[in-house]
């Protein structure tokens, strides 16, 4: 089946530095792929969409400037923390969509963030 | 906001058939309905998909009625691994691929 990873599992970090988290599909080119956070005993909540080589669409009430999203490659999306504050300590999700199974999307395992 | 409604917990025994409801009222013509597998610290896993009447596969079946507003996941006898989260969701189209928002899932608990 199609795999997705992502890059770190966990990272700890001061307040105020920029933490970057990749996404990539391994076995499949990604059209669109999908950022999320998913706060303890909570649900993920979807933070924006993301098309390669083009901009990325960022639900409402989400920071554009302060997380990045760039979708360089059919295989890649990065998104950036910038200025991290403890309250963006949280886990990140990545999915993607290849755009040929109908629907489905493929999950990353999830990368921990905790900012001091 | 979340287009579908699943009760929040459900508990369960060992061997036992576990069958998860979930209401999607204001469903769309064009939209697949979706069941995802959650353990913790870790990225939601696909299950099953259908769009209507019935859809098994090796771990589950989907049941749809002909309104399509609600479905019903079924796992049969369900082991302590199946303990996790099951989040139903329906697609929502954005060009040409699908938002998906999450609702709260079913907690589901397994006892031996």
């Known amino acids: 089946g199609a795999v997705v990873s992502q890059h770190p599992s966990r990272v700890i970090c001061k307040s105020g530095t920029s933490v970057k988290i990749e996404c990539r599909s391994l076995d499949f080119q990604a059209t669109t792929m999908f950022w999320y956070r998913q706060f303890p005993k909570k649900s993920l909540m979807l933070m924006a969409t993301?098309?390669?080589?083009?901009?990325?669409?960022?639900e409402q009430g989400v920071e554009k400037d302060k997380f990045l999203i760039n979708h360089a490659s059919l295989t890649l999306s990065t998104l950036t923390v910038t200025s991290a504050h403890p309250e963006d300590s949280s886990f990140y999700i990545c999915?993607?969509?290849?755009?040929?199974?109908?629907?489905?999307?493929?999950f990353g395992p999830g990368t921990r963030l905790t900012v001091l | 906001l979340a287009k579908t409604t699943q009760p929040i917990s459900m508990d369960s025994y060992e061997g036992q058939e576990v069958n998860i409801t979930c209401s999607h009222n204001n469903i769309a013509t064009n939209d697949y309905i979706t069941w995802y597998q959650q353990f913790p610290s870790q990225g939601p896993r696909f299950i099953i998909q259908?769009?209507?009447t019935k859809v098994t596969n090796e771990v589950a079946s989907l049941f749809i009625p002909a309104d399509r507003k609600s479905s019903t996941l079924s796992l049969p006898r369900v082991s302590l691994s199946d303990t996790a989260v099951y989040y139903c969701?329906?697609?929502?189209?954005?060009?040409?691929?699908?938002?998906?928002?999450f609702g709260s899932g079913t907690r589901l608990l397994v006892r031996p």
């Open positions: 993301s098309n390669e080589g083009s901009k990325a669409t960022y």
């Open positions: 259908g769009y209507k």
């Open positions: 999915s993607a969509f290849s755009g040929t199974t109908y629907n489905e999307q493929f």
């Open positions: 969701l329906v697609g929502d189209k954005v060009d040409s691929s699908y938002k998906l928002i």
